[in-house]
């Protein structure tokens, strides 16, 4: 490995990764855990620090998805570029497309699609720019497109071109021009040897925070919905008080979570998780042929139409318009609504790329751009949409109809899945349907972390795919599950919320300098080999 992209410990605890960058993730990560224990005012100082983050940066955030999502699509559908394969000319994707697909997919978005595949589109229906601004009226028929059109603006092309360009950039430095798989690598475009190996350690260490904020977050939102639906199964009361699951519910599932993952990391990326990729696109399948099956099928190709189309339209205008709020009531509620949703998944997108678009990286050798734009974007978004449409769209209807009886949208945000379930099937249909839920949500879970942790270790070994010592493995792995339960005790979901904008912010700008290296890699070899 060449030295000046970074240096590696030979011996010691620390053989074959940075020692220094380790240290320092490892001594932030303690630090925050151990304020966050004793600081009383934890949660509410987190806040503060979130809406000065948002006040002043929130544009920022708006305008680099934009940008990120523009050019990812931009480098696929340019001739000059599109067909650039991200390795050597004769080398041979190392897996098919259904497992390819299926481990981007699971890594990247299952969670998040399971928490708000009803949640999503029941809370635009209920309120969303377009009622606010008045060209739309909440809770009607005529604001199913709108719902629609600001759920695939946070599940389809930005935050899918926000991976998409941080894999494309590490894959092509890494097949193409032979560095190590690691966030750093594309930094030696643009920058002397020497001060492309002390950026990177800063680099580095930026990025294995956002990965553990990031999947911190997906996971304390798995778990919230995970203790709804074992409460559904088994009906045990110490699971869910007072309409929330209760911390020791919660503590519990991010243990099981926390091992299961390190098991399946332990086992290897060709073993363990893609098993359980395979595995989760399988029954992410089944879920939604039952749904196709028992659901409103009709209504949700309506919508699945009706919402395309509107975002289609409106997608140029939704990807810059950037409310900051204003004297009138309004504006005020437009801008709190953009920093609640579409700013806060922003900094969700921004702060998971690290790990799945390295991940992406790690499994696309030997796709071509326009090929690896496709499975990463625009599949990924089209079946996002189609789940939301289904299954959300189901939810919808039995409001609708007035068969819900407001029992959906009155139910917190990670127990409306389980609720729709509840209002829709019989009652000897429910525990089966919702046991299934349970599983997918749990293998979803494991797959983002253990992708997460083979991830940080890869980082840390600047690079490096094999070797990575089960030490290693299980500590990180121990520090994740650290981190979200002391979060949780400090402040709930607000609390990992904040942490995450905050600390998406630094990524964010190593994204920009990633995809500048990228652009001018490509014109480099492009005259290079004129």
């Known amino acids: ?13 620390y053989a074959g990764q940075n020692r220094w960058v380790a240290i320092a993730v490892k001594v932030i990560v303690v630090s925050l855990v151990l304020w966050a224990s004793l600081a009383s005012d934890a949660g509410a100082i987190l806040m503060d620090i979130q809406s000065g983050t948002i006040g002043y940066f929130g544009g920022w955030y708006v305008y680099a998805s934009a940008v990120f999502m523009f050019m990812s699509l931009v480098l696929a559908v340019l001739p000059q570029t599109g067909g650039i ?7 041979k994707p190392e897996f098919s497309r259904f497992a390819w697909f ?16 009803t949640a999503e589109p029941l809370a635009h229906f209920a309120n969303n720019p377009d009622v606010i601004m008045g060209t739309t009226s909440a809770l009607e028929r005529d604001n199913l497109a709108a719902a629609y059109k600001w759920t695939l603006l946070h599940y389809g092309l930005t935050p899918w071109g926000c991976y998409a360009i941080v894999g494309m950039s590490l894959a092509y430095f890494a097949y193409r021009r032979d560095m190590p798989l690691t966030i750093r690598s594309p ?5 002397t040897p020497e001060m492309a190996r002390r950026v990177g350690a800063v680099v580095d260490t930026a990025a294995i925070l956002a990965t553990i904020i990031g999947i911190g977050v997906t996971i304390g939102y798995g778990v919230n919905q995970l203790t709804f639906g074992m409460h559904q199964i088994t009906a045990w009361g110490w699971l869910v008080t007072d309409g929330r699951p209760s ?8 243990i099981f979570l926390t091992l299961a993952a390190m098991l399946s990391a332990l086992s290897g990326i060709g073993r363990g998780i893609r098993w359980l990729s395979n595995l989760n696109m399988a029954l992410s399948w089944l879920l939604l042929l039952i749904f196709i099956m028992f659901g409103a099928t009709a209504f949700a190709g309506e919508m699945f139409v009706a919402g395309l189309t509107e975002y289609l339209r409106a997608i140029p205008t939704m990807s810059v318009t950037i409310w900051d709020g204003g004297d009138t009531s309004t504006a005020q509620s437009l801008s709190d609504w953009q920093s609640a949703w579409t700013i806060f998944y922003w900094a969700w997108w921004i702060a998971f790329t690290p790990f799945v678009g390295l991940f992406l990286a790690r499994v696309s050798q030997g796709r071509t751009i326009r090929e690896y734009v496709v499975g990463a974007i625009l599949l990924p978004s089209l079946m996002c949409f189609a789940w939301f449409c289904i299954i959300g769209g ?16 009155g139910a917190d945000l990670s127990a409306q899945l389980f609720a729709t379930v509840g209002n829709l099937f019989a ?45 290693h493995i299980v500590l990180w792995s121990v520090l994740l599950g650290l981190v979200i339960i002391t979060l949780l005790f400090a402040g709930g979901m607000d609390a990992l919320r904040s942490v995450m904008i905050i600390g998406a912010l630094p990524f964010s700008a190593v994204m920009l300098v990633m995809l500048c290296a990228l652009v001018y890699a490509i014109w480099q070899d492009s005259r290079s080999a004129v």
């Open 102 to 117: 299926s481990m981007m997919f699971g890594a990247g978005i299952g969670v998040g699609m399971l928490t708000y595949s």
């Open 187 to 191: 930094f030696t475009a643009v920058l």
């Open 85 to 91: 394969r991200l390795g050597t000319d004769n080398v």
């Open 427 to 471: 009652a000897e249909w429910v525990l089966p349907v919702a046991t299934l839920c349970v599983v997918l949500l749990i293998t979803y879970l494991v797959t983002s972390a253990d992708s997460a942790v083979l991830v940080i270790n890869t980082i840390v070994s600047g690079g490096a795919t094999d070797g990575i010592r089960a030490r």
């Open 394 to 409: 189901t939810a919808l209807d039995l409001e609708l109809q007035g068969a819900a009886d407001g029992k959906i949208l």
């Open 247 to 254: 911390l020791i519910a919660l503590s519990l599932a991010v």
């Open 1 to 13: 490995m060449p030295e000046f992209i970074t240096r590696v410990d030979s011996t010691g605890f």
